[in-house]
């Protein structure tokens, strides 16, 4: 009888047997943050990004969870950084960053002027007024189908942006368009005109998002304009500090380097502060600026004849911008290399004095050791002679004693023969005591 054997299946593992990562959920949830709204026309959205600074993390999760109470929503859970809940009259969205915090309020339903009823009138004023200072961008937005806005440019830069030029394109390959001044208007808020000729709710919800975007990471990065500015003056001063130096050190005499190279130490030490307080801001901008292009880029643009695009607008605006931070930036590095080759030059020059001072300390140390030795040999003659002298004397009064007793001893010869006997002796104990102890100094 033949049997088979038959391939066994083996099971899967149960997850529950798996040893995650700490950090797994954590990282998977990271990427469906901070999710985008869907909208459909006719939409209005109001949106306000401020600097974080002034209020912690715990005191703005509080100043949330208020205006969720007020509708009966449940608030953002404790160690959340976004939120997003309908509070009924409007929906609303909260997002925490690094340096920035962002609060949307979008409201559906039929408008006759996208900008004249915004959706921030529908929020309590108590609770607007608890939101910190430092305002950086302040937007309100009306998603609207084609047909309905004016077909020229013209009329709807009059009707909905006071005359003024419009920067704007097709976006989303075409299937919506958007209008905007990049002005601030006579409400404190800019304004962001979109389009809906085949967009769905998600795609819209995304190209409002990133509009809001756009504009907040462009006035981010703008932050560090206004300091580089400032540094120019500051760098000039110390640029022609720098130069009188150089042209010091040239002629300096030896006494006068200590004082240069004080200066120069100065100098670095004023330059790598203002290095440190700038450097921050000049890499969170280039950081910021890199934002700007990829959400521009996600715009996916497509020109519509006779008005600027957005890529367009922020390369003439934007662009010389960071290209002046950068510049500030670089010069500062210059600068600070510049000041430390000199500090490095003059530092040779004194090392190279103070090691001439010590050649000749040496050499006159060398001159007083070898004087100190002949003294200390003459010394040690000097020595030798006089031990002998004394030690001589006892053999005589020894030898007179002795004498006295009864012995048949001359005490003059006795002396006379102790003379070489001691001194040779003195001697040679000298000479093996100074071994001894240049054997204990090695």
């Given at each position: 009888?033949n049997?088979?054997?038959?391939?066994?299946?083996?099971?899967?593992?149960?997850?529950?047997?798996?040893?995650?990562?700490?950090?797994?959920?954590?990282?998977?949830?990271?990427?469906?943050?901070?999710?985008?709204?869907?909208?459909?026309?006719?939409?209005?959205?109001?949106?306000?990004?401020?600097?974080?600074?002034?209020?912690?993390?715990?005191?703005?999760?509080?100043?949330?969870?208020?205006?969720?109470?007020?509708?009966?929503?449940?608030?953002?859970?404790?160690?959340?950084?976004?939120?997003?809940?309908?509070?009924?009259?409007?929906?609303?969205?909260?997002?925490?960053?690094?340096?920035?915090?962002?609060?949307?309020?979008?409201?559906?339903?039929?408008?006759?002027?996208?900008?004249?009823?915004?959706?921030?009138?529908?929020?309590?004023?108590?609770?607007?007024?608890?939101l910190?200072?430092?305002?950086?961008?302040?937007?309100?937005?009306?998603?609207?189908?084609?047909?309905?806005?004016?077909?020229?440019?013209?009329?709807?830069?009059?009707?909905?942006?006071?005359?003024?030029?419009?920067?704007?394109?097709?976006?989303g390959?075409?299937?919506?368009?958007?209008?905007?001044?990049?002005?601030?208007?006579?409400?404190?808020f800019?304004?962001?005109?979109?389009?809906?000729?085949?967009?769905?709710?998600?795609?819209?919800?995304?190209?409002?998002?990133?509009?809001?975007?756009?504009?907040?990471?462009?006035?981010?990065?703008?932050?560090?304009?206004?300091?580089?500015?400032?540094?120019?003056?500051?760098?000039?001063?110390?640029?022609?500090?720098?130069?009188?130096?150089?042209?010091?050190?040239?002629?300096?005499?030896?006494?006068d380097?200590?004082?240069?190279?004080d200066?120069?130490?100065?100098?670095?030490?004023?330059?790598?502060?203002?290095?440190?307080?700038?450097?921050?801001?000049?890499?969170?901008?280039?950081?910021?600026?890199?934002?700007?292009?990829?959400?521009?880029?996600?715009?996916?643009?497509?020109?519509?004849?006779?008005?600027?695009?957005?890529?367009?607008?922020?390369?003439?605006?934007?662009?010389?911008?960071?290209?002046?931070?950068?510049?500030?930036?670089?010069?500062?590095?210059m600068?600070?290399?510049?000041?430390?080759?000199?500090?490095?030059m003059?530092?040779?020059?004194?090392?190279?004095?103070?090691?001439?001072?010590?050649?000749?300390l040496?050499?006159?140390?060398d001159?007083?050791?070898?004087?100190?030795?002949?003294?200390?040999?003459?010394v040690?003659?000097?020595?030798?002679?006089?031990?002998?002298?004394?030690?001589?004397?006892?053999?005589?009064?020894?030898?007179?004693?002795?004498?006295?007793?009864?012995?048949?001893?001359?005490?003059?010869?006795?002396?006379?023969?102790?003379?070489?006997?001691?001194?040779?002796?003195?001697?040679?104990?000298?000479?093996?005591?100074?071994?001894?102890?240049?054997?204990?100094?090695?």
């Open positions: 009888m049997t088979s054997t038959q391939p066994t299946t083996r099971r899967a593992r149960p997850p529950s047997l798996l040893s995650d990562h700490p950090e797994r959920l954590a990282l998977n949830d990271e990427a469906h943050a901070r999710p985008f709204e869907a909208v459909r026309p006719p939409t209005r959205a109001s949106y306000i990004a401020y600097l974080n600074h002034s209020i912690c993390y715990e005191q703005e999760l509080a100043l949330m969870a208020e205006l969720c109470a007020s509708y009966d929503v449940a608030p953002p859970a404790a160690g959340r950084n976004h939120f997003s809940a309908n509070l009924g009259a409007f929906r609303f969205k909260w997002a925490r960053h690094s340096e920035f915090s962002s609060v949307t309020f979008i409201r559906h339903g039929e408008f006759r002027d996208p900008f004249g009823e915004p959706a921030l009138l529908h929020v309590p004023e108590s609770w607007l007024k608890q910190p200072g430092d305002v950086l961008v302040a937007a309100h937005a009306g998603l609207e189908v084609q047909r309905l806005l004016p077909e020229k440019l013209e009329a709807v830069s009059t009707e909905y942006f006071k005359g003024n030029d419009l920067i704007g394109a097709r976006i390959d075409g299937s919506g368009a958007v209008y905007t001044d990049f002005r601030i208007h006579a409400d404190g800019s304004r962001y005109l979109l389009a809906d000729i085949q967009m769905g709710p998600k795609q819209a919800g995304r190209m409002l998002q990133r509009l809001f975007e756009i504009d907040t990471y462009r006035m981010m990065a703008s932050l560090a304009l206004p300091l580089a500015k400032s540094l120019s003056p500051t760098l000039n001063d110390a640029d022609r500090e720098l130069a009188v130096l150089t042209a010091a050190m040239a002629d300096a005499r030896q006494e380097e200590p004082q240069l190279l200066r120069l130490t100065r100098l670095a030490a004023h330059i790598e502060r203002l290095l440190s307080e700038s450097d921050y801001r000049f890499s969170a901008a280039r950081a910021y600026y890199g934002i700007v292009e990829r959400r521009i880029g996600e715009l996916r643009e497509v020109r519509i004849q006779g008005m600027q695009p957005f890529r367009e607008f922020m390369e003439r605006r934007l662009a010389p911008a960071m290209n002046t931070c950068d510049s500030v930036e670089r010069r500062q590095r600068l600070a290399d510049r000041v430390s080759r000199a500090s490095a003059l530092r040779a020059r004194v090392d190279i004095s103070l090691e001439r001072q010590n050649q000749e040496l050499g006159s140390m001159r007083r050791a070898k004087l100190q030795l002949r003294l200390q040999e003459t040690e003659g000097l020595s030798v002679a006089a031990i002998t002298y004394y030690t001589v004397g006892l053999v005589g009064y020894a030898a007179k004693g002795l004498k006295t007793a009864g012995l048949h001893i001359e005490p003059e010869l006795a002396m006379g023969l102790a003379i070489p006997v001691v001194a040779l002796a003195v001697a040679l104990g000298l000479r093996r005591m100074r071994k001894a102890l240049a054997q204990e100094m090695e």
